[in-house]
């Protein structure tokens, strides 16, 4: 067969020049946004990290100082330590929340009008859900302590307690993401055959062979992509601490981002804060690779 001529090859090439010209030009605006508002401040931020600056003065570089600071300092040590107890209450529980309700919708309802409900916690901005829970949770005027108080129970210290703030938190959030993260998994469920499930239900298996066999391995795709967002986004958490704890008591609801804040507003040690978020940033890099090596090695074996 005879190879295309020179002048059949150039109208390619010129195609092909145009399509990466124009692939370009779309891409220009977002790599601009990329380089104006992450990437250029990462770099600044690392360097202001080996600087001592109190936002009033020139920053004066101290090199690794802050680092050692850091890593001898007991608050990091704590947040890092409320931080993980933080993920560890949050993401199993709203995980298995979140299939649950998304296979209720899909056997129940399939209403728009419902995942509109369920989705609406969601939408709702973090500090007014953390200001509606702290009112809803007051120890002596919140709707619940006043139904406890009506039924002759003790008025219960939700976001006052040592043992009760974290886990309250958590569950704040918890209410607050269940919704998108079933609507996620909901949608997962839609890309499963049902030719999958007809053929196992004729085959005999019932409703939880189904399930454990055929419905939760194909929805891992989707339970990763839902585990691995959670889990980078619960280390980062902020806003509900800062509304209803402020990091109390006693430091056991003082997670990462806190703290940083802490340090760099209330103190104005802006390079310590700096270098705690750098950790901070290694630490949901490492956190990541681990969770996506896991589950390519769980996919791998299933």
Known sequence: MAEPSEKAKRPRSTARLQESGTALLFIIPSLLGFMVFFAIPAVRGLYISFTDWNLLTPPKPVGLANYVALFQDPDFWNALKVTTFYVLWNIPIQTVLAVIVALVMQAASRSTLLKGVVLLPWLMPNVVVAMLWMWILDPTLGLINVAVRALGGPLIPFLSSANMALPTIAGINIWRYLGYTALLVFAGLQTIPTEVNEAARIDGADDQQRFWHITLPLLRPVLA??????????????????????????????????????????????????????????????????????????????
């Open 225 to 302: 992509f839902v585990i691995v967002t959670s889990v980078l986004g619960s280390f980062q958490v902020f806003d509900t601490v800062a509304v209803t704890t402020k990091g109390g008591p006693i430091n056991v609801t003082k997670v990462f981002n806190f703290m940083i804040y802490q340090q760099a507003f209330e103190r104005f040690r802006m390079g310590y804060s700096t270098a705690v978020s750098m950790v901070l940033f290694l630490i949901l890099i490492g956190v990541g690779l681990i969770q996506m090596r896991l589950l390519k090695a769980g996919e791998a074996e299933s």
